[in-house]
């Protein structure tokens, strides 16, 4: 689950992180006050949206007057934010935060991610902060200080200050880097977090350590434990038919093809859209419906791949393994009944009981096209949508 920026920056501030002074609005009345409560003579105006690029995309301005702060609270608020990592539709922006603006004298990035070939927790850094950290790794992979956490330990301060007189850090800054540091592994470690990044870490002129940007993405699967963080969703910010499929424990993601595809197993989803895309075809969707998928779980696969307006035929790619291929196959049937597909459809079944549940599909009312080998199901569905 991602969270706001300025969410990050609440868990950062707790943690006694420094960030620079800001305030979150929803409305242009509420710009002018803001200015003033937060002082100073330059601000930067944010849009809190779940994307980053958000600079590039013109969510991140810096307001030399008020009056420029309240013109473009009035530009980006309730507006599409589009970036180079949303769609075309962008996302919405229903909050600014404006913060007072900084003496940049250095950017630098920090981070910490699970590397699952060390299997570690790893600490992320580099000097070229306030770029793409990917695009640093990928052409200056010298850059980038890496350095993995004993699982079996914790991490310490001479670690910190390791990794802080690597990035050419004075003794002042590295005292604020070490409680920087420290602060971002216990938001790791206690919140079960994914990835966790500031991006740009500036060093000001004034000698102090802010943290300007502020990045979390936290596990799914350990939500249940943590209520706080659980109550910073924001679902207007995620695409509505993935959230609708997240309550019926569907892995679900809009694509832009034409071929909807109903899986089980992430693995042989992968597998089944690029023998789509090999075979002349464009998948419209990733759908997982699980290992231990069910009829009523089937027919809302069908009713949220069929609400895709850009799908033109379905492919449907079970396994069975834990499930058995008849009661898939009645599934359909009771799917297809009830919220009556008009779409062609190509079902391929594998795995205990695949015959008779082919066997049930074909024998049919409904123009089901059945097949046991994936490859010419896959140039059936093809063929169809062409």
Not at 133 to 160: M, R, Y
Not at 331 to 356: D, E, S, W, Y
């Amino acid at each position: 689950m991602h969270i706001h920026e300025y969410q990050a920056k609440t868990l950062f501030s707790h943690r006694h992180i420094q960030i620079p002074k800001g305030i979150l609005i929803d409305s242009v009345a509420k710009a002018g006050d803001a200015c003033k409560a937060l002082e100073g003579d330059v601000w930067v105006v944010k849009a809190q949206v779940h994307a980053g690029g958000r600079g590039k995309g013109g969510g991140v301005i810096l307001c030399r007057s008020i009056e420029e702060v309240r013109r473009v609270c009035g530009q980006l608020l309730d507006s599409q934010l589009i970036t180079p990592q949303t769609n075309a539709k962008g996302l919405p922006v229903g909050q600014l935060l404006i913060e007072v603006g900084q003496n940049i004298e250095r950017e630098l990035y920090l981070g910490l991610l699970i590397d699952r070939q060390t299997q570690k927790i790893t600490v992320l850094a580099s000097t070229k902060g306030g770029m793409d950290i990917e695009k640093v790794a990928s052409e200056t992979p010298d850059k980038i200080i890496k350095f993995g956490i004993n699982p079996l330990g914790d991490l310490s301060v001479q670690d910190c200050t390791l990794v802080a007189k690597k990035l050419g850090l004075n003794a002042e800054l590295i005292k604020q880097f070490n409680n920087t540091l420290l602060g971002l592994y216990r938001i790791f470690t206690q919140k079960d977090v994914n990835l966790i990044e500031i991006n740009p870490l500036i060093v000001t002129k004034e000698n102090q350590l802010l943290a300007l940007d502020g990045k979390i993405d936290f596990d799914d699967n350990a939500l249940y434990r943590h209520k706080d963080i659980t109550a910073l969703r924001d679902i207007s910010q995620e695409d509505e038919k993935e959230r609708l499929a997240s309550e019926y424990q569907l892995n679900y993601i809009s694509l832009d093809g034409t071929i909807g595809c109903m899986v089980n197993g992430a693995g042989l989803a992968m597998a089944t859209m690029d023998l789509i895309e090999h075979f002349g075809g464009s998948p419209a969707n990733f759908l997982d419906v699980g290992g231990g998928t069910t009829a009523d779980k089937v027919a809302k696969a069908f009713e949220l791949i069929q609400t895709e307006a850009n799908v033109k035929g379905i492919l449907v790619n079970i396994f069975g393994g834990i499930v058995r291929c008849d009661l898939i196959a009645q599934g359909i049937l009771q799917a297809i009944k009830t919220i009556g597909l008009i779409l062609p459809i190509v079902v391929r079944l594998g795995g205990t009981n695949a015959p008779a549940g082919l066997n049930l599909l074909g024998e049919s009312e409904f123009n089901i096209h059945v097949e046991s080998d994936l490859t010419k199901a896959t140039i059936k569905i093809v063929e169809l949508t062409k």
